[in-house]
């Protein structure tokens, strides 16, 4: 297995409806090129990330006009991938399984996302049917912050976490955030006053500990690790991958709160790496909802079942945290962008790999483990980075 | 009952039996007859061991909160009326785990781990829906 991520660009996260999809695109496919110091014919696959709640550009990008607009005269094929917010992961999978078999020198895995200028009540219903069973959920008004209400009520429950801890992991993602020029909340961090004293949407569950739907793209391109090493620039090396499904409907998962996925995951990642959870420098976890952010870190083995809230509310996974975990801000602390969230976890480990993560750099950053999840959390996608190959 | 605006489940060929079943005020539970498996949601096919020798039990209508979520918004309009919405996930002793709703109750008071007993509200002529209710 040898991938690595050799040139990144990102649109920051905002509710821009100036913007179009394709303005943006653009952008950050260029930006990415430029950035890997390739040429654009280099590039010979595209795989896009699946735009969510988008069908025109779905299709636009299913249908090939991503190596047409761009003028990739040495693209042999496109892909498009949806799996949710595991469709960026799906990407890297596949652009691996082109580069392994020298189908493809350099691949680009683009993304793109506008969502204010989709009716509210149009976005409420996608989030609303998005991952839900239209026969046994969707007649009782469960909606995706209602399904997260009802796993985070049994993780407190089953884990002894306080309101006011669960508080605590949206004041540290806000203030990763609040450094981050990338994130929509940039210069907006908040106290636990403000979350605890915001909406109640769905219990235990406070507005701020929601999603904000934003606009925003971002661009990679990958390659092997020996391309990588001749291009003489800081990258971010793949050493290690495991995932594990979960189930589409939360209620009838054995694994109600991802413990077993997120440990066997991240289990088969660092033996892949040859590598411990101790040995990770940074944690990025990408489950939306903040009880994630605990249960990732218990499933890890980072710490004891029970103990993560705790952990989060000393502020050790916050800036200046012992523990680091999450500066990219999870889509409660950045915006969320529907499939562009897991792109924006691997450009933010890419920065952090790359020691150009600003005021969030990660001190003395070699290890990152990586983990993405599509739907409900259908599955947890944990990945090893490393700043140099094995 | 003809204007109800909420969305109706989409029913398969093989659950319709389970909402004959709440029509009739009946709780079905679907088993499977090779393995002894008692499977929510109703499949065509089992899904332990794919046998088609599948049957159906009546539950008792006695169940526990296992979760719980009140949301006080976020729904499509047409939910809006209904708020705030007490969803839970109730187990029935029969062995399986069902998405449904708290209604007849004050919505502070639900908890993990309550008596809840299961009430059918017709709200069309074809579909009778199954939510459940703290036990007096
Ligand atoms: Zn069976």
Redesign the interface.
């Known amino acids: 297995m040898s991938l690595a991520i050799v040139g990144i660009a990102e649109v920051p996260t905002k509710r821009d409806p100036e913007r179009t999809r394709w303005d943006m695109l653009t952008e950050v496919c260029i930006g990415a090129i430029r950035d890997a110091g390739i040429g654009k014919d280099d590039i010979e696959a595209v795989i896009s990330v699946n735009p969510m709640a988008q069908p025109q550009m779905a299709l636009d990008m299913a249908l090939g006009r991503v190596p047409e607009v761009l003028g990739l005269k040495g693209c042999k094929d496109i892909c498009v991938l949806n799996a949710g917010g595991t469709s960026t992961t799906n990407c890297l999978r596949l652009a691996k399984y082109f580069i392994e078999n020298k189908q493809a020198k350099f691949v680009l895995v683009p993304h793109t996302t506008v969502q204010s200028d989709i009716p509210t ?1 149009d976005l ?2 996608f989030f ?1 049917t998005a991952p839900l ?11 995706f ?3 997260m ?6 993780y407190m ?1 089953d884990t002894g976490a306080t309101a006011e801890q669960m508080a605590s992991v949206t004041v540290s993602l806000r203030a990763w955030g609040a450094l981050d020029p990338n994130s929509i909340f940039h210069g907006k961090p908040v106290t636990l006053e403000d979350v605890l004293g915001s ?7 406070h507005a701020k500990e ?1 999603n904000f739907l934003a606009d925003g793209a971002g661009a990679m391109v990958v390659t092997s690790h020996e391309v990588a090493q001749e291009l003489g620039k800081p990258a971010a090396y793949e050493l290690g991958h495991g995932v594990r499904f979960t189930g589409a ?4 998962r054995d694994d ?1 709160y991802f413990h077993r996925a997120y440990r066997e995951s991240s289990q088969d990642a660092l033996a892949e790496a040859d590598l411990g959870i101790d040995d990770m420098d940074l944690r990025q976890i990408y489950g939306a909802y903040p009880f994630t952010q605990c249960s990732a870190l218990e499933g890890y083995g980072a710490c004891a079942v029970g103990e993560a809230a705790g952990i989060w509310a000393d502020g050790r996974c916050g800036p200046g945290g012992d523990l680091p975990c999450t500066t990219m801000g999870d889509a409660t602390g950045r915006g969320h962008t529907g499939s562009g969230v897991s792109m924006a976890f691997y450009l933010d480990t890419v920065r952090q790999l790359r020691g150009e993560a600003g005021e969030r750099q990660v001190k003395n950053c070699h290890h990152a483990i990586v983990t993405t999840s599509g739907g409900s959390v259908m599955n947890a996608a944990t990945t090893v980075f490393g700043s140099e190959p094995r | 009952m003809s204007d109800y605006k909420k969305p109706l489940p989409q029913v398969e060929p093989y659950t319709q039996a389970f909402w004959d079943g709440t029509k009739n005020g009946k709780l079905l539970v679907q088993t499977c007859s090779d393995c002894n498996a008692r499977i929510f949601f109703p499949r065509k096919q089992c899904p332990e061991c794919w046998s088609t020798n599948l049957g159906w039990m009546e539950a008792s209508g006695k169940a526990t909160v296992y979760s719980y979520s009140v949301t006080y918004e976020g729904v499509e309009a047409v939910f809006k009326d209904d708020l705030p919405i007490v969803l839970a996930w109730v187990d029935l002793p029969e062995g399986i785990r069902m998405q449904t709703n708290i209604v007849e109750c004050d919505s502070d008071s639900v908890h993990i781990g309550q008596d809840v007993e299961v009430v059918f509200k017709a709200v069309t002529d074809d579909i009778t829906l199954p939510y459940f209710r703290p036990v007096a």
């Open positions: 009540e409420i219903n609303a069973d239209m026969q046994w959920e969707y007649p009782y008004g469960v909606t912050n209602g399904a209400g009802l796993i985070t009520n049994r429950h909406r109640m949407i769905s219990t235990p569950l929601c409907t939360p209620v009838l109600p």
